[in-house]
């Protein structure tokens, strides 16, 4: 079976006539290693097929919402079930609540629950919570976060007004003193601070919280009552069956999850304490499809396997056998690499790869092999991952590490790099 | 058969611990009249079942998604044969691709579609997509007209703070010179003037649009070079078979649908002229869910639904005959009737009920005889409904205008009129 790309070419064609640059926002593969597929015909457990037939173990997991394994059975059978009766109705079916007294019961600082769609709506409604809380308006954030695409976030400025970040206070991630000197930057005026799990920026080196500066962040949203917002929309259930921080202790007032809580069908959820229910409730969002049952039905077996199974075990086991064989791969090619994050969320770069072009070609090689990497996102295990999937894949970037080693002194940086360059500058 | 709501009242005791307001949203019973069901469990063709048991022929039709029957059989097959394949992967399937195309080819304006979730992310989108166009910030949008939960529009004021909206300027529906007088005070810096097909804001009459304002804010946007967006996600496909000013011959730059896209699958969409291309393919958005196939596996049996049958023909008729019946049975209990809007669409309130009190109990006892309608906001009309169903209504409204003239001089407002009239004087 060889490799092969042109329904793939094909279809990238018609699609710059009909989409914005051909394909956009995350999924799109503009900055992935050149032949990278861009549409997709099929996933199931670990793999996925893309619409050229060419298999991947896909480390990418739909980059996060696959958690269970693509297709679970316990969850499609309970999509199918739940489409069967109804799904997007006058109304929630029961199993709203049920999904909200689950999540209650399951996540520490939880005593209420708020469904949506985008992990964007989650972060927008716990930003918009935050403020009314106590009337006040600034929103601390560490500095190159991603909390989704709305105007006060989006990485790109084009078509941002001042004003939408008028109230966007940047400090350090895992700086406790950077945060405190935002804070007194803001006056008497902070109404939240954002904080992911762990530092999983794009580009970059992951960076684990310091527990430390976690505590900190606490104790400053107490002593200025200000809320305390986890943004677990990436992370969320791959560090913890609760929220993210329960690794270091610290409990938030707010949590937004996203992501994995249906195992891929169309949900978020904002998680808050009764400190903040009275915000809540006098806020008012809303959408279309918050209320369709299908995607609860899914949470919440989705949630009962979080629960019930070995799940977090299995991908810390996977995921270590990941690192440690990639690893011990990458020396014996005579390269060194840097495995950063937590294994279940893994980031490899190559040592000495300021522009990529190592990591780049590694990755289009397993690519080539039937392995999906990323070489600047952070990736994702599910739960359906084994040892005979960790087995395949080191043969595949053995393969891509081979193909490195004898083109060391020839291997260029990619062209799509040189935009990225001219993006990070601008 | 008789009505019982012990089952969901039981719902809504628990629901109340665990959900803000213990349901949230435009799909809470809040202001509904007294008794209506806020949990269901199931839906079929032009029915719902609330969790008691209780069926209902739905003039709601999931506030809008449903138009062409829940559980519509080409729309069923299409999601079970792609669930069945991969719904949410490390990307989009080729059917992204084919529902671009069709849209294009359907919709006069569109060169372009970008898929998302809500729809209020198209109405974000498109509002960033103008300010991006020519790198101006001011949006007109008019007095009351709904655009989503966003800051910069949600009805309620908590926790939203000036900046959101500094530079949203507002005019009249149907008011040539109020939109001129909006566009002259915002100067050179006018970025979109949005549009919604026809003025169907709650608790008031609709008002059809003026085919002389729609050409004169059309002319007033090529004259100052600011991008025309019809708001279409509530009217979209009902009005017409592309978009809704269709109707007029007016054509915007950029519409934004959502809701009935998938028949109730979660897709929303941006669709727009070259005009707008350079400018949304400069801006970043996306949403975790946003390329799933699922949804446009929906999407692309419902379209074929709208471009190949008369769904559009049957929802008029069957307006109509709804509308006539009415008004012919009002009439015989001794009442009249304001019922505005297209009749697909239609809001039914009472002549000389300025405190809602005939509206409310009409419904409800309409409800209580197994129709379920509204007496604040528009209804819907879907392709499944057919004569017997209209005769089955009338029977219902016909034991609620009995009521109402049986009880006349001893029906109240409902206690919830209060909050309404509390929250619209804040």
Known sequence: MSWSGARNKELMERARAVLPNGMYGH??????????????????GTRL????????????????????????????????????MGDTMTGPGAGIVELAETFVSMVKHADWALFCKNGGDATSIAMVTARAYKGRKKILVARGAYHGSAPWNTPSMSGIVPDDRAHIIYFDYNDVDSVTKAAKFAGDDVAAIFATPFKHDTFTDQADVNAEYARGVRALCDEIDALLIIDDVRAGFRLARGCSWDTVGVEPDIACFGKVIGNGQPISAVLGSDKARKAIESIFVTGSFWFSAVPMAAALATLKLVRDTDYLEQMVKIGTMFRTGLDAQAADFGFALRQTGPVQMPLVMFHDDPDFRFGYEWCRQAMLHGVYLSPYHNMFMNAAMTEADVALTLEATGKAFDYLKANRSTIEPQAKLGVLKRLMAS
């Open 27 to 44: 999924e799109s593969v503009m900055m992935m290693p050149e032949d990278f597929p861009q549409f997709f015909q099929k996933a199931q």
């Open 49 to 84: 097929w893309d619409v050229d037939g060419n298999e991947y173990i896909d480390y990418m997991c739909a980059y996060g919402p696959n958690l269970m394994g693509y297709g679970r059975p316990e969850v499609q059978s309970a999509i199918g079930a739940q489409l069967a």
